[in-house]
């Protein structure tokens, strides 16, 4: 090769490096229908991982997950190290990718199953040392807790009129696998490579110890007494539980009633003294509880009572409607800092179930916030007066 051409290609070797990269990336935005620069800045504030187009320090945002089946990935080496856009394939065919923290909506139709998947690469972002020091070379395979939850948002509909009884609802299950050779876990797959959960009452919590990719089905058994569909929504988290159920007995207390009003506490907040900075810090925050009420005899929620989502959407009584008045106190036991909610609305001579409720993690409930999708608890049974 002549000196001249030599020196020349050494040149702009880079120049078509970098040109053949920036075709490949503008080809994996273009696919995904994202290659809007406004499209990019209205994501931001839900990014929770780079993408990297060089081998220096300059990065730019984008969101990993899955876009029209294009699954884009950051890439850590065996040394931990970042390596950039390494990755950038389909996921399985009928399969919907899941973010750390970002609820996903579906609606399943009873005989069918929905399949998800929540990439390694959010497991990759929990084992990285994010400390100057850089990541380890053990902590890039090391394996960590997966939490999964759902809530069934609705339910199908009873086929035989005044006939809405929880035990008669279609089992909704969710199966999880963590094999490369069962992407689509479900009720017809073989047992050993995957674990099925129940959904009872509208929720479903379950943690999984994994290295790689998860995988999961959403079941909805089919049913002659029943038609319809299963909303639902479902979130992966490699933090904490975006959604809760407290299996604890409630916190909700009863205080007293009329005929269309009731008054409730919850239980202390802190165990703080009058007069300490923790008491007046406590005393002066907003009012971090819901509830919702629910007549006895309505069938709504049944079957649904662990499910924020539902409650929301059906509870007679609920956070928006009006009907809840929340504020701080420290009147009943102990005078310690406890919140008190005033429910109206209420019909006289009946006999209701309340709900206790936290609203996301207290300082935000929308995708991205750990524990944003809330916390409920049991049920307590209570009575309005019948007046005169």
């Not at 007494?225 to 909303?231: E, L, P, Q």
Request: include cysteine; aromatic fraction near 10%; charged fraction near 20%.
């Amino acid at each position: 090769m002549r000196p001249e051409l030599a020196r020349w290609l050494c040149c702009f070797a880079p120049c078509i490096s970098a040109i053949v990269y920036h075709y490949i990336v503008c080809l994996a935005l273009s696919t995904t229908g994202l290659g809007h620069a406004a499209d990019l800045t209205s994501l931001a504030p839900e990014i929770h991982s780079n993408l990297t187009i060089n081998d220096g320090d300059s990065h730019f945002s984008f969101p990993l997950g899955s876009y029209n089946g294009l699954v884009i990935e950051d890439d850590v080496d065996d040394a931990g190290d970042l390596r950039g856009l390494d990755i950038v394939r389909r996921a399985p065919t009928g399969v919907s990718s899941l973010g750390n923290n970002q609820y996903q909506k579906g609606e399943v139709k009873l005989g069918e199953t929905q399949w998800w998947y929540f990439s390694k690469n959010s497991v990759k972002d929990k084992n990285t040392n994010k400390t100057s020091e850089g990541p380890t070379s053990d902590q890039s395979k090391r394996s960590e807790t997966v939490f999964i939850s759902l809530t069934a948002c609705s339910k199908p509909s009873s086929n035989r009129a005044g006939s809405d009884s929880a035990r008669d609802l279609p089992h909704l299950e969710v199966y999880v696998s963590t094999s490369e050779l069962l992407q689509k876990p479900g009720p017809e797959q073989e047992r050993s490579n995957q674990t099925k959960y129940m959904v009872e009452e509208g929720y479903m919590g379950a943690t999984v110890e994994v290295e790689g990719n998860v995988y999961i089905g959403v079941t909805a058994h089919n049913s002659t007494k029943y038609s319809g569909s299963y909303s639902y929504e479902l979130a992966a988290s490699v933090d904490a539980f975006f959604h809760s159920f407290a299996h604890d007995p409630a916190f909700l207390y009863f205080v007293d009633s009329d005929t269309h009003s009731a008054l409730f506490t919850t239980g202390n907040l802190t165990e703080a003294e009058l007069g300490s900075q923790g008491y007046n810090n406590w005393m002066g925050i907003a009012p971090p509880y819901t509830m919702f009420a629910n007549n006895i005899n309505d069938t709504a929620i049944s079957g649904l009572h662990h499910s924020s989502c539902a409650l929301d959407r059906l509870a007679q009584i609920g956070k928006g409607d009006g009907n809840i008045n929340a504020s701080m106190t420290s009147r009943g036991p102990g005078n310690k800092p406890k919140e008190q909610l005033y429910i109206t609305g209420l019909n006289r001579s009946s006999m209701y179930e309340g709900i206790l409720a936290l609203d996301g993690n207290s300082t935000g409930s929308r995708n991205g916030v750990i524990g944003g999708g809330g916390k409920i608890w049991k049920p307590i049974t209570f009575s309005t007066k019948a007046g005169n």
